[in-house]
């Protein structure tokens, strides 16, 4: 019952800009979106999250449209490193309580 | 400074064989606990979570079932395993939202444990 949508798969030029589409038309007005993501046979490594407005750390920036509903996470210049499984969940908030749900997320090959 | 520990790295079991994975965490209190598992090639399934001691929640109907006896502490356990039971199993902890109180938070994760049952 995840409660969002990603395309299953992408590839992205290392060096280049990646840009993660993340679909969440059900979103409740107090939960967040985060950005996960998972290289292969380790735990998922937390890379960023938001409410409403556009988010940049040292790792990515986030996007958010203003009603919500979706979101995009950037790589600014993808390198080798940064292939991996990247997921987008919503979460948080008294309606959701406490319940952390994973979607299929997106394989990121970036290729050299 | 918070950590999860998760342990074995690895395990092979025979089929019917009983299981116990253990996960504890340093350095909070009274956190949100998670067992997931996951297939090869596929995403992570949300097997049973907590948000107290002996309060635990299942997600998916199956021969696994999770107890935590202490605060920091939560066990993932079978009584006889199936083959469709081999995956990555991975502990998480997480805030406890309470409720308006913590707006936003992060979950942490172990290193995982490879479990293949034979």
């Known amino acids: 019952d995840a409660k969002t949508t990603q395309p299953p798969s992408m590839d992205c030029a290392e060096g280049r800009a990646a840009n993660l589409p993340c679909n969440h038309s059900?979103?409740?007005?107090?939960?967040?979106v985060y950005w996960y993501r998972q290289i292969h046979s380790q735990g998922p490594q937390y890379i960023i999250h938001?409410?409403?407005n556009n988010e940049t750390n040292e790792m990515a920036s986030l996007i958010i449209t203003e009603d919500r509903k979706s979101s995009t996470l950037i790589l600014p210049h993808a390198t080798l490193r940064d292939t991996a499984v990247y997921y987008c969940?919503?979460?948080?908030?008294?309606?959701?309580?406490?319940?952390?749900?994973f979607g299929g997320g997106t394989r990121v090959l970036v290729k050299p | 400074s918070q950590t999860i520990h998760q342990w074995p790295a690895t395990l092979v079991q025979p089929v019917g064989s009983p299981l116990s994975l253990e996960c504890t965490v340093e350095?909070?209190?009274?956190?949100?606990l998670y067992w997931y598992r996951q297939a090869a090639g596929r995403g992570l399934q949300l097997l049973f979570y907590?948000?107290?001691?002996?309060?635990i929640s299942s997600e998916v109907p199956q021969n696994l079932s999770a107890s935590r006896p202490q605060d920091r502490q939560f066990i993932l356990s079978s009584k006889k395993l199936l083959l469709s039971d081999s995956g990555f199993y991975l502990c998480?902890?997480?805030?406890?939202?309470?409720?308006?109180?913590?707006?936003?938070?992060?979950?942490?994760f172990g290193q995982g444990t490879r479990l293949t049952v034979v």
């Open positions: 059900t979103i409740s007005g107090n939960e967040y």
């Open positions: 969940i919503v979460w948080g908030g008294s309606a959701a309580g406490n319940k952390l749900t």
């Open positions: 350095g909070t209190s009274n956190p949100n």
């Open positions: 998480a902890w997480s805030v406890l939202f309470a409720w308006e109180a913590i707006r936003n938070t992060e979950a942490f």
């Open positions: 938001g409410l409403k």
């Open positions: 907590s948000v107290g001691i002996g309060q």
